[in-house]
């Protein structure tokens, strides 16, 4: 039953969110799967958080919307049981208005409504983007500012209008930014980034992780709720954003690999082979496979960015996060292969234009200071060069000194 709360002297409805209703988000369209088996094996609690963190979204509807809807799990439920690869967000409202899911006020457009409320569940079911309901009029279409303003590869603009509401999700979503993009592309504008994305080949884990590039480039980490901007730089802030929830690709991924069953993001894949910028279903594979990948580059194959991640966040409710990023070994292998180094072409082909930025801001920054000069290993041939130069030399100098010393000491007493 949902909970009641009084506000301003009226009850207001809040849905409570059950465990079987949040995990329609990974199973979608595809046949049912009980909770248990989906949390079993490695999975076992990591994504107990979902429910949670779901039920905190419904709580922030306005209530222009819970005043128009039925049952909110309900609709949830039919959003991700009657998407497929195609659907558009005009399929899905038609289809709440004719099970009555929907109604309007007077002063409301139904369909409008309805559209509004898909885009929404849509957003809460794939982790792609925060909607913005209630920021503008319901002719337009808002994803909330996550990044304070910036513009990268995934949020291009915030807002967009109802013309490409009929086509399929990938269409329509393309019209806010590259939130699934193909590999190996880059849309940047910034010369040094495109110069850096054709330039930079490999990256290695003791040349860009968490702690290099908050120690010498002082980047700050901005963690989301949303993995469209994951890895995504603001220069002018210098703030690194990073999804706070590698669990939901995890779960998306093992559900696809150990059943065969393709969550509500896979419905965002492109049907078109000739579309040059927007993920197939392979692609949004290798997308979450990267973003977990780039956790162990970041942070768990360095020692001082495991121990930076432990002071970053004492209690993050995601255990998968808390694996990846904090300890030296991880129990995943058949998800990713932790490497030495990284070709950006093999194994970060989707997010080879962000760490080749984020490589790039690196490579141009010099230590300042002794004690910067003593930390900075980025290349270790070069650092115990030039520390053994230091050592040696100064042996040496002080050496002659000694021996100076004690020729004067020889002349002043002969």
Same mark, same amino acid.
Request: hydrophobic fraction near 40%; include cysteine; aromatic fraction near 14%.
């Given at each position: 039953m949902p909970q009641r709360e009084i506000m301003t002297g009226e009850e207001v409805n809040r849905p409570t969110v059950s465990d079987?209703?949040?995990?329609?988000?990974?199973?979608?369209?595809?046949?049912?799967?009980?909770?248990?088996?989906?949390?079993?094996?490695?999975?076992?609690?990591? +994504?107990?958080?979902?429910?949670?963190? /779901?039920?905190?979204? @419904?709580?922030?509807?306005?209530?222009? +919307?819970?005043?128009?809807?039925?049952? /909110?799990?309900?609709? @949830?439920?039919?959003?991700?049981?009657?998407?497929?690869?195609g659907t558009s967000i005009d399929d899905l409202a038609s289809h709440l208005l004719r099970l009555d899911l929907v109604k309007s006020r007077k002063d409301q457009d139904v369909r409008l409504v309805a559209r509004s409320i898909v885009f929404a569940i849509l957003g809460w079911q794939t982790m792609l983007f925060q909607p913005a309901l209630g920021t503008c009029p319901l002719q337009l279409m808002a994803v909330a500012d996550v990044m304070d303003g910036y513009t990268g590869q995934a949020f291009m603009k915030f807002k967009q209008d109802h013309s490409t509401i009929k086509r399929p999700l990938s269409d329509f979503l393309l019209g806010f930014g590259l939130m699934l993009p193909k590999e190996n592309i880059c849309v940047s504008e910034d010369t040094e980034d495109l110069q850096a994305y054709e330039k930079i080949d490999i990256v290695r884990p003791e040349e860009i992780n968490v702690s290099l590039l908050h120690r010498f480039a002082r980047i700050d980490v901005e963690w989301v709720d949303v993995m469209a901007p994951h890895l995504e730089f603001d220069k002018a802030t210098n703030k690194l954003y990073i999804f706070r929830h590698p669990s939901f690709c995890m779960a998306n991924l093992s559900l696809l690999e150990e059943s065969g069953m393709r969550s509500m993001i896979y419905n965002c894949a492109t049907q078109d082979d000739d579309n040059s910028q927007w993920a197939s279903e392979v692609e949004i594979s290798q997308f979450l496979h990267e973003i977990l990948l780039s956790y162990r580059l970041l942070f768990g194959q360095n020692k001082e960015s495991r121990r930076g991640f432990k002071e970053m966040i004492n209690n993050a409710d995601d255990m998968i996060l808390q694996q990846l990023c904090s300890n030296k070994d991880h129990q995943f292998e058949e998800l990713f292969k932790e490497r030495d180094f990284y070709r950006l072409k093999r194994d970060f082909p989707i997010l080879r234009s962000r760490l080749a930025t984020l490589n790039h801001q690196m490579s141009n920054l010099k230590p300042r200071g002794w004690k910067e000069l003593w930390k900075d290993k980025r290349n270790s041939a070069s650092w115990l060069t030039f520390w053994a130069v230091i050592v040696i030399g100064g042996a040496g100098l002080l050496l002659a000194l000694i021996q100076d010393l004690l020729q004067a000491i020889q002349l002043a007493h002969p």
């Open positions: 079987g209703i949040a995990f329609y988000a990974l199973v979608g369209g595809e046949k049912p799967v009980t909770y248990s088996k989906l949390l079993s094996g490695k999975l076992d609690n990591a +994504i107990n958080w979902y429910p949670k963190w /779901l039920e905190t979204q @419904f709580e922030a509807i306005p209530p222009w +919307i819970t005043d128009c809807v039925q049952s /909110l799990p309900e609709i @949830f439920k039919e959003v991700a049981l009657q998407t497929a690869p």
